[in-house]
């Protein structure tokens, strides 16, 4: 094996909003008219509690209609605009006015609640009425926004719009980036615990005991979502099944583009997620790469939603602190995730590589946990790292833990959540954190010195980037197991797995803890904030959710 290096994937870590960004001159008018905008005109979604309720139901183990998961036309009746209401919209945005400037498409969402919009610039300042300029980050990329920002929700529509547009993005919005605050060692010691391998998770966790299932449809798939330019080299998939003796299993289909050579490209992330999720269980993989700077989850939604025979299980490596987000980006977001699990979709996103998270980036008055982990429709996974040969494993001291302090905790939570508060063992202040708050991780997985093939270099990675895959590849093994003998779809498993209680090894060693924080989480017998219900075990965890 070639030499190691070290490095942490912090795609989890931390992100920041809008000040990375640096305002630069007017729009020129060639640059008004030779460029493009994608503008996402967000309708008002109709009829939530009703979805919420439905949910509820197909989401619960105890509950008759559990699976019956609605299709996306029974979804789009229920919470999207009408197709009068939707044509108000679409011919204020083909008004005469600014027609004659250049072309325009408007695409309707699958749920009829959003409206996606390419043009020039030129148009897009004369429909909204604002002053167009360009933006420049750190990496040398440009975006054009308005001169002046403002809130989507503040963007100028005319007055009978008001009632059917929730907000309008991409006109005066900067876009959230995640901020990687890795480090990268030559042949430094590395993280706690012992390295991992493919044939080291299915050995531990017992997937090597199941044979492989047929992976054909949506029910007997799997995918990751990447970002920001994560990519990932074929050849350097191909090159790692083959270094650890298991079957060949490419990601079979790619939508948005695998720019991997290009100058903006990452391999780290990507990379990893492909390399354990398509080797831990031998089901087909695809790959949802986004394009451009933005960590936008809705247009992530959008574009699983919108493709025909998307896997059900999707795995998020990626998120920021809550406090990152605007409150109605992360209500939007959660309610795709809401759409999307209602329809039979299971979503798993890494907690975090920040512990608890802190709400300052050089002090500790409050923590600040990661989203899109924080959701309630989404199983969030956190890590640990494992000890010796024996198999003991202890918490990974930076896996995202913690209390959102957005989403109320669910129904299905209390009992465990409630369980470890009056354990009596040691809380950070009240002051900190939110004891009332949807409570993550829900499982976890190992999280470090995990071994990547990176242009035929075998790295050691750490993160709940790591845990995720490797989760959400044994979770997509139990929907196949589950389409072979023609029962439904997982949909949200968070109410199956705190109905069973146990899914494996329950990890009662070590904290959850951020270096600068005075306080963390500690683990304890039963569900913790440090690793949620434990470890999966195959047997254990293709039980209960058969």
């Given at each position: 094996?070639?030499?190691?290096?070290?490095?942490?994937?912090?795609?989890?870590?931390?992100?920041?909003?809008?000040?990375?960004?640096?305002?630069?001159?007017?729009?020129?008018?060639?640059?008004?008219?030779?460029?493009?905008?994608?503008?996402?005109?967000?309708?008002?979604?109709?009829?939530?509690?009703?979805?919420?309720?439905?949910?509820?139901?197909?989401?619960?183990?105890?509950?008759?209609?559990?699976?019956?998961?609605?299709?996306?036309?029974?979804?789009?009746?229920?919470?999207?605009?009408?197709?009068?209401?939707?044509?108000?919209?679409?011919?204020?945005?083909?008004?005469?006015?600014?027609?004659?400037?250049?072309?325009?498409?408007?695409?309707?969402?699958?749920?009829?609640?959003?409206?996606?919009?390419?043009?020039?610039?030129?148009?897009?300042?004369?429909?909204?009425?604002?002053?167009?300029?360009?933006?420049?980050?750190?990496?040398g990329v440009s975006i054009v926004r308005s001169a002046q920002l403002l809130d989507p929700a503040h963007v100028p529509l005319p007055q009978a719009l008001r009632p059917l547009v929730f907000r309008v993005v991409g006109v005066a919005d900067l876009p959230?980036?995640?901020?990687?605050?890795?480090?990268?060692?030559?042949?430094?010691?590395?993280?706690?615990?012992?390295?991992?391998?493919?044939?080291?998770?299915?050995?531990?966790?017992?997937?090597?005991?199941?044979?492989?299932?047929?992976?054909?449809?949506?029910?007997?798939?799997?995918?990751?979502?990447?970002?920001?330019?994560?990519?990932?080299?074929?050849?350097?998939?191909?090159?790692?099944?083959?270094?650890?003796?298991?079957?060949?299993?490419?990601?079979?289909?790619?939508?948005?583009?695998?720019?991997?050579?290009?100058?903006?490209?990452?391999?780290?992330?990507?990379?990893?997620?492909?390399?354990?999720?398509?080797?831990?269980?031998?089901?087909?993989?695809?790959?949802?790469?986004?394009?451009?700077?933005?960590?936008?989850?809705?247009?992530?939604?959008?574009?699983?939603?919108?493709?025909?025979?998307?896997?059900?299980?999707?795995?998020?490596?990626?998120g920021g602190g809550e406090s990152i987000f605007d409150a109605d980006t992360l209500q939007r977001t959660n309610n795709e995730f809401l759409k999307m699990t209602t329809e039979g979709y299971t979503l798993l996103a890494a907690s975090g590589d920040s512990?608890?998270?802190?709400?300052?980036?050089?002090?500790?008055?409050?923590?600040?946990?990661?989203?899109?982990?924080?959701?309630?429709?989404?199983?969030?996974?956190?890590?640990?790292?494992?000890?010796?040969?024996?198999?003991?494993?202890?918490?990974?001291?930076?896996?995202?833990?913690?209390?959102?302090?957005?989403?109320?905790?669910?129904?299905?939570?209390?009992?465990?959540?409630?369980?470890?508060?009056?354990?009596?063992?040691?809380?950070?202040?009240?002051?900190?954190?939110?004891?009332?708050?949807?409570?993550?991780?829900?499982?976890?997985?190992?999280?470090?010195?995990?071994?990547?093939?990176?242009?035929?270099?075998?790295?050691?990675?750490?993160?709940?980037?790591?845990?995720?895959?490797?989760?959400?590849?044994?979770?997509?093994?139990?929907?196949?197991?589950?389409?072979?003998?023609?029962?439904?779809?997982?949909?949200?498993?968070?109410?199956?797995?705190?109905?069973?209680?146990?899914?494996?090894?329950?990890?009662?060693?070590?904290?959850?803890?951020?270096?600068?924080?005075?306080?963390?989480?500690?683990?304890?017998?039963?569900?913790?904030?440090?690793?949620?219900?434990?470890?999966?075990?195959?047997?254990?965890?293709?039980?209960?959710?058969?």
């Amino acid at each position: 094996m070639k030499a190691s290096l070290v490095v942490v994937l912090a795609a989890v870590a931390a992100a920041v909003s809008g000040y990375d960004w640096r305002r630069g001159h007017a729009l020129t008018s060639s640059e008004l008219l030779e460029g493009e905008m994608r503008v996402r005109v967000e309708l008002v979604q109709r009829n939530m509690h009703r979805l919420r309720h439905i949910n509820h139901a197909v989401s619960d183990p105890t509950n008759p209609a559990r699976g019956h998961f609605l299709s996306s036309q029974q979804v789009r009746q229920l919470i999207g605009q009408p197709e009068s209401a939707i044509r108000l919209v679409t011919d204020f945005l083909q008004q005469p006015e600014c027609s004659h400037l250049c072309p325009l498409s408007a695409t309707t969402g699958v749920h009829g609640d959003y409206i996606f919009v390419n043009t020039c610039p030129l148009r897009v300042q004369c429909l909204f009425g604002v002053t167009l300029a360009s933006y420049t980050n750190e990496k040398g990329v440009s975006i054009v926004r308005s001169a002046q920002l403002l809130d989507p929700a503040h963007v100028p529509l005319p007055q009978a719009l008001r009632p059917l547009v929730f907000r309008v993005v991409g006109v005066a919005d900067l876009p959230v980036e995640l901020r990687w605050l890795g480090a990268r060692a030559e042949e430094g010691p590395g993280f706690p615990g012992l390295n991992i391998d493919p044939n080291l998770i299915r050995a531990n966790y017992g997937n090597d005991q199941y044979a492989d299932v047929p992976s054909v449809g949506q029910q007997s798939s799997q995918a990751c979502g990447e970002f920001q330019h994560e990519y990932f080299r074929p050849q350097d998939l191909t090159e790692a099944q083959a270094h650890w003796g298991l079957p060949e299993n490419n990601v079979t289909n790619i939508v948005g583009d695998d720019n991997w050579g290009s100058l903006l490209s990452q391999l780290g992330e990507a990379s990893l997620d492909f390399q354990y999720i398509s080797t831990v269980e031998n089901l087909e993989t695809w790959a949802f790469i986004m394009p451009g700077e933005a960590f936008d989850l809705i247009a992530y939604c959008q574009l699983v939603l919108a493709t025909p025979g998307a896997p059900l299980v999707q795995s998020l490596s990626y998120g920021g602190g809550e406090s990152i987000f605007d409150a109605d980006t992360l209500q939007r977001t959660n309610n795709e995730f809401l759409k999307m699990t209602t329809e039979g979709y299971t979503l798993l996103a890494a907690s975090g590589d920040s512990a608890t998270g802190s709400t300052k980036l050089f002090s500790c008055p409050q923590f600040d946990p990661t989203f899109p982990a924080t959701s309630p429709y989404v199983t969030a996974v956190g890590a640990t790292y494992l000890v010796d040969a024996s198999g003991d494993q202890c918490v990974w001291a930076s896996g995202g833990s913690g209390f959102s302090t957005t989403f109320a905790r669910p129904s299905w939570q209390d009992a465990a959540v409630t369980q470890y508060l009056s354990s009596g063992v040691q809380l950070p202040p009240s002051s900190y954190w939110n004891s009332s708050g949807r409570a993550i991780p829900d499982l976890a997985a190992y999280g470090t010195n995990y071994l990547v093939n990176i242009r035929g270099r075998y790295e050691k990675v750490a993160g709940t980037s790591a845990s995720c895959p490797v989760v959400a590849a044994m979770v997509a093994y139990s929907n196949a197991l589950r389409d072979q003998t023609g029962i439904s779809a997982l949909g949200n498993i968070n109410p199956t797995l705190y109905a069973a209680g146990a899914v494996g090894t329950d990890i009662t060693c070590g904290e959850s803890k951020l270096s600068r924080c005075d306080y963390g989480f500690f683990t304890a017998p039963g569900w913790d904030p440090a690793t949620g219900l434990g470890t999966p075990l195959a047997d254990i965890l293709f039980n209960l959710l058969d």
